[in-house]
C-alpha cells in the first residue's frame, strides 16, 4: 500500500474531528473519500498531508512512518495536496506559477545566480519545458503568459492539479476539485485526472461531493461519518447501503 491510516483520531477543543480513522491508499489507484459534512474527511487530509499531526494513531507513506511529518517534508517525498480553494500566485503568469514549485533551483539564491548563470539559465530552461508541457496537457497553454489571478474558477483548479504536477509525486491529495467547476470543465478536470492516473501513473486520493464525478473517476469509495470510515467499495456497492443513505440524509426514507 502507498498510503496507511492507522486508528487516526484529531480533536479540537470539545469537538471530535477523526475518531479511530482506518484506511488505505494503493498504488496507482484513484481513490474516492466521500461523506457529509462534517465527517472529518478535510481534517484526515490534513492530517495526512502534514498541515498539523494527530493526536493518536499513524501515518505511513511508501513504508515511511511520517506521523507528524510537515508538510514541506511530505512534499520532497512525493505526496502533494491542492486545495477546495486555489492558492495561485495572482499577479505571477500561469507559467510563473508552475516554475516556482519545484525546489533547489540555483537561481532562488543570490550567489547562485551570480556565481554559476550558466546553471541557473539551464535548470530555468529545463523547468520552462516541463511547465510548458503540464500547461499543454491541462490544455492552459493559451493562457500561459495571463496574470493567475485573470483565470476563471475552473481553469485555477486546473492550475492547482498543473502545480502538484510539476513536483512530479508519487500521491496526490485532491481536495474537491470539482467544487465550483461549471459542467464542461469538470468533464475535461476529470478525463485529465483519469489521463493522469493510466498514462503516467499518478496515484491519486480524491475528496469530492459530486458523486457523478466520484462514480467516473474512482474505485474503491471510501465513505466517512462522525469522522470514522463506514464502509468501502465500489461506487455501486456503497450506494446500495443503507448506512450510507442514512448517514447522507439523516435516517431512512
Not at 84 to 106: A, C, K, W, Y
Given at each position: 500500500?502507498?498510503?496507511e491510516?492507522e486508528?487516526?483520531?484529531?480533536?479540537?477543543?470539545g469537538l471530535?474531528?477523526?475518531?479511530g480513522?482506518?484506511f488505505?491508499?494503493e498504488?496507482g489507484?484513484?481513490t474516492?473519500?466521500?461523506?457529509?459534512?462534517?465527517a472529518g474527511k478535510?481534517?484526515?487530509f490534513?492530517?495526512?498531508a502534514?498541515v498539523?499531526?494527530?493526536?493518536?494513531g499513524s501515518v505511513?507513506?511508501a513504508?515511511?512512518?511520517?506521523t507528524g511529518?510537515?508538510?514541506?517534508?511530505?512534499?520532497?517525498m512525493?505526496?502533494?495536496r491542492?486545495f477546495q480553494?486555489?492558492?495561485?500566485?495572482?499577479?505571477?503568469?500561469?507559467r510563473?506559477?508552475?516554475?516556482?514549485?519545484p525546489s533547489?533551483?540555483?537561481?532562488?539564491?543570490?550567489l547562485g545566480?551570480?556565481l554559476?548563470?550558466?546553471?541557473?539559465?539551464?535548470?530555468?530552461?529545463r523547468i520552462?519545458?516541463?511547465?510548458?508541457?503540464?500547461l499543454e496537457?491541462?490544455?492552459?497553454?493559451?493562457?500561459a503568459?495571463?496574470?493567475?489571478?485573470?483565470?476563471?474558477g475552473?481553469q485555477?483548479?486546473?492550475?492547482?492539479l498543473?502545480r502538484?504536477?510539476?513536483?512530479?509525486?508519487?500521491?496526490?491529495?485532491?481536495?474537491?476539485?470539482g467544487?465550483?467547476?461549471?459542467?464542461?470543465?469538470l468533464?475535461h478536470l476529470g478525463d485529465?485526472?483519469?489521463?493522469l492516473?493510466?498514462?503516467?501513473g499518478?496515484?491519486?486520493?480524491?475528496?469530492?461531493h459530486n458523486?457523478?464525478?466520484?462514480?467516473?473517476?474512482c474505485?474503491?469509495?471510501?465513505?466517512?461519518a462522525?469522522?470514522?470510515?463506514?464502509?468501502?467499495?465500489?461506487m455501486?456497492?456503497?450506494?446500495?447501503?443503507?448506512?450510507?443513505l442514512d448517514?447522507?440524509?439523516?435516517?431512512?426514507?
Amino acid at each position: 500500500m502507498l498510503l496507511e491510516i492507522e486508528d487516526v483520531a484529531k480533536s479540537f477543543g470539545g469537538l471530535q474531528a477523526v475518531s479511530g480513522c482506518t484506511f488505505s491508499v494503493e498504488k496507482g489507484s484513484i481513490t474516492g473519500l466521500i461523506g457529509p459534512n462534517g465527517a472529518g474527511k478535510t481534517t484526515t487530509f490534513n492530517i495526512v498531508a502534514g498541515v498539523f499531526g494527530p493526536d493518536s494513531g499513524s501515518v505511513r507513506f511508501a513504508g515511511r512512518d511520517v506521523t507528524g511529518m510537515p508538510s514541506h517534508k511530505l512534499f520532497g517525498m512525493g505526496l502533494v495536496r491542492t486545495f477546495q480553494i486555489p492558492h495561485e500566485f495572482g499577479h505571477l503568469t500561469v507559467r510563473d506559477n508552475l516554475m516556482t514549485v519545484p525546489s533547489g533551483q540555483p537561481g532562488e539564491r543570490l550567489l547562485g545566480a551570480w556565481l554559476a548563470p550558466a546553471k541557473t539559465r539551464e535548470t530555468e530552461d529545463r523547468i520552462r519545458a516541463q511547465a510548458d508541457d503540464v500547461l499543454e496537457f491541462l490544455k492552459l497553454d493559451r493562457v500561459a503568459g495571463d496574470p493567475a489571478g485573470t483565470l476563471s474558477g475552473g481553469q485555477k483548479k486546473l492550475l492547482e492539479l498543473g502545480r502538484a504536477m510539476m513536483a512530479e509525486p508519487a500521491l496526490i491529495l485532491l481536495d474537491e476539485p470539482g467544487a465550483g467547476v461549471n459542467p464542461t470543465l469538470l468533464e475535461h478536470l476529470g478525463d485529465m485526472i483519469i489521463e493522469l492516473n493510466r498514462t503516467r501513473g499518478y496515484s491519486i486520493c480524491i475528496i469530492e461531493h459530486n458523486m457523478d464525478m466520484i462514480a467516473k473517476l474512482c474505485d474503491p469509495v471510501i465513505v466517512m461519518a462522525q469522522g470514522a470510515v463506514l464502509t468501502q467499495g465500489t461506487m455501486d456497492e456503497v450506494r446500495k447501503d443503507k448506512r450510507v443513505l442514512d448517514a447522507y440524509l439523516g435516517g431512512s426514507r
